[in-house]
């Protein structure tokens, strides 16, 4: 059971490039999330879906795009990175109709030159 | 706004010592309030609280919610270097329809256990 798997662990982007975070789950869970950490500033939350076909914003939704097109799947796109997105990235997921604890990816550390 | 503040932000303690990490909340739509462990990399489930005063444990470590105060602790006994790690308190708010909902983090409290 490979539970939350993102990639890349690693990234190094210029000012202004693209780039697509991946993050699937093998458990059938309908909400997955994505956070991004901060030193000093814990977890906060980016975009999350409650199912395919459904996303909405978090706390710091900008320069962020999210799609849900299968249960299993949730991209985070950086349209034009900045160096205020330098942070390690996380995506988790959870059932959404029980009390349940949610999963986490091993973390992409993304780093905007 | 909602928020979830832990407190301290970081201890330093020696192995043996019992330590009482401490996290209050004030969230609209409160589901539960969960703790998890981190150490390098993603943080681990530890415990989910959603009943005031029934205490969860797992060997030396333990929580307890209290509902009317809005807050909760994390108790670790005989503490062990294994233990060093940042805990997160979260608390999950209900978003539109009462469905699952979002996980308000606070910013951590860092343990260092020394040998």
């Known amino acids: 059971n490979a539970g939350v798997t993102q990639t890349p662990k690693f990234q190094v982007l210029k000012t202004g490039q693209s780039m697509t975070l991946q993050c699937a789950q093998d458990?059938?869970?309908?909400?997955m999330s994505w956070y991004r950490q901060d030193p000093g500033m814990g977890l906060r939350l980016i975009h999350y879906?409650?199912?395919?076909?459904?996303?909405d914003q978090g706390e710091v939704p900008n320069g962020y795009n999210v799609s849900r097109s299968t249960t299993e799947d949730f991209p985070l796109r950086l349209l034009s990175a900045a160096p205020s997105q330098t942070s390690v990235y996380f995506c988790?997921?959870?059932?959404?109709?029980?009390?349940?604890?949610?999963?986490f990816g091993q973390g992409t550390r993304l780093t905007v030159v | 706004e909602d928020k979830v503040v832990q407190s301290p932000l970081s201890l330093v303690v020696h192995e043996g010592d019992t330590v009482t990490l401490n996290c209050s909340y004030e969230v609209t739509n409160f589901r539960s309030l969960l703790w998890y462990k981190q150490e390098k990399k993603a943080p681990t489930f530890l415990f989910m609280l959603t009943s005031s005063g029934i205490e969860k444990k797992s060997g030396r470590l333990s929580s307890i919610l209290d509902k009317k105060e809005l807050f909760s602790i994390l108790n670790i006994t005989a503490t062990q270097t294994g233990d060093s790690a940042v805990y997160l308190c979260a608390v999950e708010i209900l978003n539109y329809g009462g469905s699952q909902g979002n996980l308000i983090f606070g910013k951590g409290t860092k343990l260092s256990v020394k040998p």
């Open positions: 879906s409650v199912g395919a076909g459904i996303t």
């Open positions: 988790a997921s959870s059932y959404t109709d029980r009390g349940t604890e949610a999963f």
């Open positions: 458990m059938n869970h309908e909400y």
